[in-house]
């Protein structure tokens, strides 16, 4: 048995404190390793060219794959609180309770879900989505009246739960994204919640020339763009601009005149979320949207995939000449098999928790699910995938892919 004495020594020598729990995970970054580098190595597998392409594109993009910048993105859905309380605040030494005010009875329990969507090249496409409890397609009078209250900057979606689902993934996929994708293959990176990956999502992706990309389980806070880079500082700015809104509509004093309001406190909360979603989504776009572009290159994403950048990849907790060595036989590292059901889709805590168990199993290579499949040609640069897409010319600005 060692005394106190001797084991705060050991401490100090080797400068070992104490410290807050930040994340919790039933593996460690480095126990994660080879699912990363599978997943890393899923994405290249499936950036070499197909047969067909125009020779001039095949030139200008061999070192880089198949993708043009503008054609990489990341989904996510976080919960969206409709009131931010710290849990910390200032009071005197030795008060046994610790009283805070909320503005509004209840906002502090009531919370949405809001979907976000980035692009490798930075350039913000598509506008956030947010979905709130309650009826879907409601056509009461209330309703359609609060409808037209919503900011123009935001999309609002209504369910029961308030939470995502595979109708909602649907309607994003159809009515959001594919109107601003630009011609040639399109990746989706995503996580594993059990929506993303049904049957129907992905007969709707194979039809469509979309290959889905799915973070391995467990591995959303370290892989994942919005998780990684985004979800924080947007958020810290929507908490401000949220406080803001509130403390002005508390001094606003609305003059008697003797009717009924329609509107619901609830109703007029959701009113200002969206506007308030709308501020703040603007604002990180304008002022940090470097953050995008470097964290698609960080994370290995948007890369040229002849290893010439790998340099570049910084995973939390894990070292990038590991991760380095993990991707120089990318052509035949197996990847994740990503046909398995993935996680529960009610996501009641943020998709940047790790919730998921690291259940993906590394199986057959170059599978994402039961649409996709791909075979390496004899060529190691050229790559011919089954997934539906007719061999065609990849039109836009070449130079910018990756």
Same mark, same amino acid.
């Given at each position: 048995?060692?005394?106190? *004495?001797?084991?705060?020594?050991?401490?100090?020598?080797?400068?070992?404190?104490?410290?807050?729990?930040?994340?919790?995970?039933? =593996?460690?970054?480095?126990?994660?390793?080879?699912?990363?580098?599978? $997943?890393?190595? $899923?994405?290249?597998?499936?950036?070499?060219?197909?047969?067909?392409?125009?020779?001039?594109?095949?030139?200008?993009?061999?070192?880089?794959?198949?993708?043009?910048?503008?054609?990489?993105?990341?989904?996510?859905?976080?919960?969206?609180?409709?009131?931010?309380?710290?849990?910390?605040?200032?009071?005197?030494?030795?008060?046994?309770?610790?009283?805070?005010? +909320?503005?509004? #009875?209840?906002?502090?329990?009531? =919370?949405?879900?809001?979907?976000?969507?980035?692009?490798?090249?930075?350039?913000?496409?598509?506008?956030?989505?947010?979905? &709130?409890?309650?009826?879907?397609?409601?056509?009461?009078?209330?309703?359609?009246?609060?409808?037209?209250?919503?900011?123009?900057? !935001?999309?609002?979606?209504?369910?029961?739960? *308030?939470?995502?689902?595979?109708?909602?993934?649907?309607?994003?996929?159809?009515?959001?994204?594919?109107?601003?994708? *630009?011609?040639?293959?399109?990746?989706?990176?995503?996580? %594993? $919640?059990?929506? %993303? #990956?049904? =049957?129907?999502?992905?007969?709707?992706?194979?039809?469509? *020339?979309?290959?889905? @990309?799915?973070?391995?389980?467990?591995?959303?806070?370290? !892989? =994942?763009?919005?998780?990684?880079?985004?979800?924080?500082?947007?958020?810290?700015?929507?908490?401000?601009?949220? /406080?803001?809104?509130?403390?002005?509509?508390?001094?606003?004093?609305?003059?008697?005149?003797?009717?009924?309001?329609?509107?619901?406190?609830?109703?007029?909360?959701?009113?200002?979320?969206?506007?308030?979603?709308? /501020?703040?989504?603007?604002?990180?776009?304008?002022?940090?949207?470097?953050?995008?572009?470097?964290?698609?290159?960080?994370?290995?994403?948007?890369?040229?995939?002849?290893?010439?950048?790998?340099?570049?990849? @910084?995973?939390?907790?894990?070292?990038?000449?590991?991760?380095?060595?993990?991707?120089?036989?990318?052509?035949?590292?197996?990847?994740? /098999?990503?046909?398995?059901?993935?996680?529960?889709?009610?996501?009641? +805590? /943020?998709?940047?928790?790790?919730?998921?168990?690291?259940? +993906?199993?590394?199986?057959?290579?170059?599978?994402?699910?039961? @649409? &996709?499949?791909?075979?390496?040609?004899?060529?190691?640069? %050229?790559?011919?995938?089954?997934?539906?897409?007719?061999?065609?010319?990849?039109?836009?600005?070449?130079?910018?892919? +990756?």
């Amino acid at each position: 048995m060692v005394s106190s *004495g001797w084991f705060n020594r050991f401490l100090s020598r080797n400068e070992i404190s104490i410290r807050v729990v930040t994340n919790k995970a039933q =593996q460690t970054p480095i126990e994660y390793c080879t699912m990363i580098v599978s $997943f890393l190595s $899923f994405n290249r597998q499936n950036s070499q060219l197909w047969d067909g392409m125009e020779e001039t594109v095949l030139r200008s993009v061999i070192a880089g794959g198949c993708y043009l910048l503008s054609n990489i993105l990341n989904m996510d859905q976080t919960l969206l609180p409709w009131e931010y309380l710290e849990g910390k605040t200032y009071e005197f030494k030795g008060s046994k309770i610790v009283w805070v005010r +909320t503005r509004r #009875s209840g906002c502090d329990k009531r =919370q949405a879900t809001i979907q976000l969507t980035i692009f490798a090249n930075g350039i913000d496409r598509l506008m956030p989505l947010i979905i &709130f409890r309650g009826t879907e397609n409601n056509t009461s009078a209330p309703q359609r009246r609060e409808e037209k209250l919503f900011d123009s900057r !935001v999309v609002i979606k209504f369910n029961p739960k *308030g939470y995502a689902n595979s109708a909602i993934m649907l309607f994003w996929l159809e009515f959001m994204l594919l109107p601003v994708l *630009g011609t040639g293959a399109t990746l989706l990176v995503i996580d %594993h $919640f059990k929506f %993303h #990956s049904t =049957q129907e999502i992905k007969d709707w992706l194979r039809t469509h *020339g979309i290959v889905p @990309s799915l973070v391995p389980g467990g591995c959303t806070g370290l !892989v =994942q763009p919005l998780d990684v880079s985004v979800n924080r500082p947007f958020k810290d700015i929507l908490k401000q601009v949220i /406080d803001d809104a509130v403390d002005l509509s508390e001094r606003q004093t609305t003059p008697a005149t003797g009717k009924k309001d329609w509107q619901s406190a609830a109703s007029k909360m959701r009113v200002m979320m969206t506007k308030c979603v709308g /501020d703040a989504w603007e604002i990180f776009n304008r002022k940090i949207r470097d953050i995008v572009i470097r964290s698609f290159r960080c994370l290995g994403i948007a890369l040229p995939i002849d290893g010439s950048c790998d340099n570049e990849i @910084s995973i939390k907790g894990l070292e990038t000449t590991m991760l380095m060595e993990g991707l120089k036989n990318w052509e035949r590292t197996p990847t994740i /098999d990503s046909s398995s059901e993935g996680t529960s889709d009610n996501p009641e +805590t /943020d998709a940047s928790d790790e919730k998921d168990e690291p259940t +993906t199993k590394l199986l057959r290579p170059l599978t994402v699910s039961d @649409s &996709f499949t791909a075979t390496v040609a004899s060529t190691p640069s %050229h790559t011919t995938i089954e997934a539906g897409l007719e061999a065609g010319k990849l039109k836009g600005d070449s130079s910018a892919s +990756t």
